[in-house]
């Protein structure tokens, strides 16, 4: 007969097991609905982003009529970007995005007439602050894919997270990270 008290041991080990593999998978899956929740805030910048790119196109139509490639260049990056998928494919897009804007916003140089339009002044303002948001919501993003990628490599937690695959973070291209060009 085995006594009472190594039962009652072995009891308790087996109740704080099932406690750990409880609490380190409700971590697994609170980081993964961390960054998932995190994606959805990007996206609701992102498209914030995209809704104000066809005013600020307008506007410019009227004052830089023959600048067309640029315009069109701004066009096609925001259908690209609002068709990409995944964190990788939507970097991408939105560098080729942020492009492409810069270089419309760079037309107000050429057309004084066009930095003076209150209604380009707006939206200028308005996705400059779009801007401000969507590199918050990314490094929001980054932190919460950190959090969830080193929950799910290391131990013991990557034991019971088995084959849960690794988040992408929402990174920039070399063109982003060179030097600043200023220009008198």
């Given amino acids: 007969m085995i006594p009472l008290i190594v039962l009652c041991v072995f009891a308790f080990v ?3 097991l099932l406690v750990l593999v409880i609490r ?3 971590t697994v899956a609170r980081l993964r609905n961390a960054t998932d929740n995190a994606w959805a805030q990007i996206d609701v910048q ?3 982003r995209h809704d104000l790119i066809p005013n600020l196109v307008e506007t410019v139509k009227g004052y830089a009529a023959h600048e067309r490639q640029t315009l069109e260049a701004v066009i096609a990056a925001r259908s690209a970007a609002i068709s990409a998928q995944g964190p990788t494919q939507q970097a991408q897009a939105e560098t080729a995005l942020s492009g492409t804007l810069k270089s419309l916003l ?3 140089e050429s057309y004084p007439e066009l930095r003076a339009n209150t209604a380009f002044a707006t939206v200028q303002r308005e996705l400059a602050a779009a801007e401000n948001r969507i590199a918050y919501a990314r490094q929001y993003y980054n932190d919460a894919v950190l959090a969830y990628n080193n929950a799910i490599t290391t131990f013991p937690t990557n034991i019971l997270a ?3 695959p ?3 973070y929402f990174g920039t291209s070399g063109d982003e990270r060179g030097n600043v060009q200023v220009k008198f």
Avoid: E, P, W
């Fill in 46 to 48: 992102l498209t914030r």
């Fill in 24 to 26: 380190t998978f409700n």
């Fill in 162 to 164: 088995g084959n849960a």
């Fill in 14 to 16: 087996v109740v704080l």
């Fill in 106 to 108: 760079s037309l107000t």
């Fill in 166 to 168: 690794a988040k992408f």
